[in-house]
């Protein structure tokens, strides 16, 4: 059984910037599909970002184009979000998720996830 655990979260003022990190254990990253979500208090869980097996593309939510940026490193067998510019409305409980299949076209539907990791606060605050 396969574990994500996600890190670098934190409290940062708007326009700041914070890296999340999700490192994988008992599964090798670079053959699924990975994506970060977050949740905000009140609200459904929304995606954020994804990026398609062996390194072969990413795609990214509207709201964050521009800001934030999926990559990973396979020898550290971990996916990383870079996140700049940050604004309030960024608040949320990010997790990552995994599956070794995953559409063009629902990416962004947090079912077809298998692996999830715990989750990592984010906090936009002056």
């Known amino acids: 059984q396969g574990q994500l655990v996600e890190s670098g979260g934190g409290l940062v003022q708007p326009g700041g910037s914070l890296r999340l990190s999700c490192a994988a254990s008992g599964l090798t990253l670079d053959n699924y599909n990975v994506a970060w979500f977050r949740q905000a208090p009140g609200k459904a869980r929304g995606a954020v970002a994804c990026t398609w097996n062996n390194n072969s593309g990413t795609v990214d939510a509207d709201s964050v184009k521009g800001r934030f940026t999926i990559s990973r490193d396979k020898t550290k067998n971990t996916v990383y979000l870079q996140m700049n510019a940050l604004k309030p409305e960024d608040t949320a409980i990010y997790y990552c998720?995994?599956?070794?299949?995953?559409?063009?076209?629902?990416?962004?539907?947090?079912?077809?996830?298998?692996?999830w990791g715990q989750g990592t606060q984010v906090a936009v605050s002056a």
């Open positions: 998720a995994a599956d070794l299949y995953v559409g063009s076209t629902s990416w962004f539907l947090s079912s077809v996830y298998a692996n």
